[in-house]
């Protein structure tokens, strides 16, 4: 499962999710259990190279292209895989969470009532312009 981790952390999340499913619909049940490894590629070319590297490999896999907010191909999902072609998957990392580029920027703070008092009290004469 490979998704890109230049769009916002919870759109990653919705992207794994869209692939999965998709992989699901399209190829057969493991006979044996397997695991979901999720990997982070930086952006869109690199998801697009990954996916040609492994198809090439003869590794079928699902694609999902984000029809909202422009994103275009976000993520793919493989066939089950064992054994061998594990390897394929060596040069890619592990996704973290940690590499998300926020979009939106870090949360805004909740303030206490008697906080914005204070803040609205103080003289903010020095950040007018000349």
């Known amino acids: 499962?490979?998704?890109?981790?230049?769009?916002?952390?919870?759109?990653?999340?919705?992207?794994?999710?869209?692939?999965?499913?998709?992989?699901?619909?399209?190829?057969?049940?493991?006979?044996?259990?397997?695991?979901?490894?999720?990997?982070?590629?930086?952006?869109?070319?690199?998801?697009?190279?990954?996916?040609?590297?492994?198809?090439?490999?003869?590794?079928?896999?699902?694609?999902?292209?984000?029809?909202?907010?422009?994103?275009?191909?976000?993520?793919a999902c493989t066939e089950p895989i064992s054994g061998a072609f594990r390897r394929l998957f060596r040069r890619f990392a592990l996704w973290n969470g940690q590499d998300v580029i926020f979009i939106r920027g870090p949360p805004h703070p909740v303030f206490r009532k008697s906080q914005l008092t204070n803040v609205c009290s103080m003289d903010w004469s020095y950040m007018r312009r000349s």
Do not use: K
């Open 1 to 75: 499962m490979l998704v890109r981790t230049d769009i916002a952390l919870e759109q990653q999340i919705v992207q794994v999710g869209h692939a999965c499913l998709e992989a699901g619909r399209r190829f057969d049940w493991p006979d044996t259990p397997c695991n979901l490894v999720v990997l982070g590629v930086a952006n869109v070319s690199d998801l697009r190279a990954a996916i040609e590297r492994v198809q090439l490999a003869e590794v079928r896999v699902a694609l999902f292209y984000e029809p909202d907010h422009q994103l275009g191909l976000t993520a």
